[in-house]
């Protein structure tokens, strides 16, 4: 079993619509989440992270942690054509030689 | 500022042969790594660098070894090329090695088939 599942999708729902990405993972001594965002032959570029437990926003999106789930969430309000993308989450422990383990990738087409 | 460049963007290969993929940082990072991406797999790492003159093992590092030429350079080599090698190489830096709010940068990639 993956440290870390992300369902690879691919995800297309037209523009404006509110979109849910996801991922679960096993080990429980991951304590800060991150969300990449890919475009079509580019390198992951670091969209937002979380710590522990909790929810952030940062303009259209959202980024929440469920530790007792096991889960994170990344949400996108008005969805835009330019979010067009993979998205990836990723995750790491504290302390010692930690290294960011990442999910499967989702691609996610918006609808003009 | 270019950030973190590699060369070369793609390359093809025959079962066998040998290169090394370059990757270069200008944003004076200690820390750099080289992982793989393959569909349905996501990003591994292979190996990384946590300083210079510093190198370790990955999650994937058979098949490969690297060189911390410097601050700025983290190459990895395939020695004798296998198919299974097929895929998207990625290099990165952070200023420090998985502190969270030291960011890894991507570069573009290498896109290596190998016959």
């Known amino acids: 079993q993956k440290e870390v599942e992300q369902d690879p999708g691919p995800l297309s729902v037209p523009e404006g619509a509110i979109v849910s990405l996801n991922c679960t993972y096993s080990?429980?001594?991951?304590?800060?989440f991150m969300w990449y965002r890919q475009y079509s032959r580019k390198g992951p570029e670091l969209l937002m992270y979380?710590?522990?437990?909790g929810n952030k926003e940062d303009g259209r999106f959202t980024a929440q942690v469920d530790k007792s789930s096991k889960y994170i969430s990344l949400f996108i309000r008005d969805s835009q054509p330019s979010d067009s993308a993979t998205y990836l989450c990723?995750?790491?422990?504290?302390?010692?030689?930690?290294?960011?383990?990442f999910g499967q990738g989702t691609r996610l087409t918006i609808n003009p | 500022n270019a950030g973190v460049t590699q060369t070369p963007k793609f390359q093809v290969l025959k079962t066998g042969q040998s290169m090394t993929l370059q990757c270069a940082q200008d944003?004076?990072?200690?820390?750099m790594y080289w992982y793989r991406q393959d569909p349905g797999m996501g990003l591994r790492l292979i190996y990384y660098?946590?300083?210079?003159?510093?190198?370790d093992k990955g999650e994937v590092p058979n098949g490969y070894n690297v060189s911390r030429l410097n601050k700025r350079e983290f190459s990895l080599r395939l020695e004798s090329a296998a198919p299974s090698q097929t895929s998207v190489y990625f290099c990165?830096?952070?200023?420090?090695?998985?502190?969270?709010?030291?960011?890894?940068?991507f570069g573009p990639g290498t896109r290596l088939l190998v016959l």
């Open positions: 990165a830096s952070s200023k420090e090695q998985n502190r969270v709010s030291e960011t890894q940068y």
């Open positions: 080990n429980s001594a991951f304590q800060y």
């Open positions: 979380t710590y522990s437990s």
């Open positions: 990723a995750m790491i422990g504290v302390g010692g030689a930690q290294k960011l383990v």
């Open positions: 944003m004076n990072h200690n820390s």
């Open positions: 660098s946590a300083s210079e003159g510093t190198t």
